[in-house]
């Protein structure tokens, strides 16, 4: 059996790690006044938060053509592999998995099996890096998919937000009602309910007081949680909070690796410039 793993752009994977891995990643398109780019091909990430500020609509993402996704699985198959899984954001945020379910069954020669990630962003590569892992080392489809299963039940994550005009535009945002009144006098925190869709989570006044709840919110997680712990904190184009957010936590749990990183162009579409984010998940090379 020859296993091949497919994400898509918003697992925000280095390059190193999809080499090393040989994941195949899907490019997702992001619009800026009517101009579609890729993401991470078209366009990085610096671009695309230097061109949001200047944009004159809101920007919005779409999905690639379902006959390039046909064409990527052929190909994969005349490469030799039997069986694919592909790993993508959660179909609450995006239409794409649906997409490709229609997929399965269909791709001569090869065992195609389309896995919904419930979220997007770093936790969702890591599903990708442990399914590579797994393929590389002859595991079966079941057994990678029991694993991912479990990983992906262990994923927990609160946003910190400036603005919700776009998660609100753009319908993703499942409880707006009673939150967009007050959109500049609130730093909003959002989470995945148990249905995988974004919600608002509770109001706060300012950006330090969301932190600092969100961080009584990881406290009281971790003292329910039997397994270790992997941690990171995602910013949209502002490093330098991340770090100093980073550098704050692993003070008050030096148990926990915390570690950092981002929201690329088709997720900083929805969540805005300046966002941050705390996720978390069971350390996948301890459990």
């Not at 200047?54 to 699985?73: A, C, D, K, R, V």
């Not at 500049?184 to 300012?206: M, Q």
């Amino acid at each position: 059996m020859k296993t091949a793993i497919v994400t898509d752009s918003t697992s925000y994977l280095t390059e190193k790690e999809i080499e090393d891995n040989h994941i195949t990643i899907v490019p997702m398109p992001v619009i800026i006044d009517g101009k579609i780019y890729k993401e991470g091909v078209d366009i990085t990430t610096e671009e695309f938060y230097d061109r949001l500020r200047t944009s004159q609509s809101f920007p919005s993402t779409s999905q690639p053509p379902l006959g390039e996704m046909i064409e990527l699985y052929e190909n994969l198959a005349k490469e030799g592999y039997d069986t694919i899984i592909s790993i993508h954001l959660a179909s609450t945020i995006s239409g794409f998995v649906s997409s490709l379910k229609g997929l399965e069954g269909t791709i001569e020669g090869v065992n195609l099996v389309v896995y919904d990630s419930q979220l997007t962003i770093r936790l969702m590569g890591i599903l990708a890096l442990e399914a590579a892992r797994m393929a590389k080392d002859g595991a079966d489809v079941d057994s990678i998919i029991k694993r991912l299963d479990y990983v992906r039940s262990t994923f927990e994550e609160y946003f910190v937000v400036d603005d919700l005009q776009n998660l609100v535009r753009g319908g993703r945002l499942s409880n707006a009602s009673g939150f967009v009144g007050s959109l500049l006098k609130i730093k909003p925190i959002l989470t995945f309910n148990d249905a995988h869709e974004i919600v608002a989570f509770e109001k706060v006044r300012s950006r330090k007081k969301a932190i600092a709840r969100v961080e009584t919110l990881f406290d009281e997680a971790l003292k329910k949680t039997d397994y270790p712990i992997r941690a990171y904190v995602v910013h949209g184009n502002d490093e330098k909070s991340a770090i100093k957010w980073r550098d704050s936590l692993a003070e008050k749990y030096p148990g926990i690796p915390f570690e950092i990183t981002y929201f690329g162009p088709v997720i900083g579409t929805h969540l805005g410039e300046k966002a941050l984010a705390l996720i978390w998940m069971v350390d996948y090379t301890k459990a």
